[in-house]
């Protein structure tokens, strides 16, 4: 089974709007971490924002925040106020913890910011 | 700058070469980790070394040889290989053991072509 789910392939919003990009997950771990990575088509990673299965609040990042439904395990991406330097693609990852030092990467999501 | 360096940025190669891709971090980790990432497929990890121990070996072809000599230190030393070899090489770091700060950075990668 996908350890990562991405089931967007493509997206695109309108510049200044927001956009959720969406994330499944499956572990039986019940410590793990979930991150969001950005990859501009220069090919570089870009960490964005992390949640950690036990933190109660969902992580915000500037105009980053992420959905967290533990029950549903999801971990959704939300960027506010899109701009055009947002469209890239996008990358949801899951590490297993206390040990684990495997990233397991989904499949990713290409977001286009129209004017 | 990015705290996690590869080198060369761009390659070409023949499949009776031999070459080597170097990646080095200067954030302290103690675990580094190589992916390939074709077209249209998401991340595949190559190899995991924590502390320059082999961890992980994702059922990587032998023409694939990593080398990890210190902490900050990771080589993937390439020989006979494919056109289907032909992608992106991303290097990664991460600190090794569960806790804060606990993303792996990426370094900007080595777009290997293989002719």
Redesign the interface.
């Known amino acids: 089974a996908q350890k990562i789910t991405q089931t967007q392939p493509g997206m695109f919003v309108q510049e200044k709007e927001a956009v959720t990009l969406d994330c499944t997950y499956d572990t039986s771990d019940q410590s793990y971490g979930l991150f969001w990575y950005k990859q501009p088509s220069s090919g570089e990673m870009i960490f964005l924002i992390y949640q950690g299965s036990y933190d109660e609040q969902n992580a915000t990042e500037g105009r980053y925040s992420l959905n967290f439904q533990k029950a549903r395990k999801s971990a959704n991406l939300v960027i506010s106020a899109s701009q055009l330097g947002d469209s890239a693609m996008y990358f949801c990852a899951m590490r297993e913890g206390p040990a684990g030092n495997q990233f397991y990467f989904g499949t990713g999501t290409s977001l286009t910011v129209i004017p | 700058e990015?705290g996690v360096t590869q080198t060369p940025r761009h390659l070409v190669m023949g499949m009776t070469n031999k070459k080597s891709l170097k990646c080095e971090q200067h954030l302290g980790h103690n675990?580094m980790?190589w992916y390939k990432q074709s077209a249209k497929?998401?991340?595949e990890?190559m190899f995991?070394y924590?502390f320059k121990e082999q961890?992980?070996n994702n059922s990587v072809p032998s023409r694939f040889s990593p080398e990890c000599p210190n902490s900050s230190h990771l080589f993937l030393h390439l020989h006979t290989l494919q056109p289907e070899d032909s992608a992106?090489y991303?290097c990664?770091s991460?600190q090794?053991?569960?806790g804060q700060n606990?993303?792996?950075?990426?370094?900007?990668?080595t777009?290997l072509t293989v002719v």
Do not use: D, I
């Not at chain 2, 606990?102 to 990668?109: D, K, L, P, R, V």
């Open positions: 990015t675990a980790y497929k998401p991340l990890l995991v924590n961890t992980e992106l991303l990664a991460s090794g053991q569960w606990t993303e792996a950075f990426f370094g900007q990668g777009r």
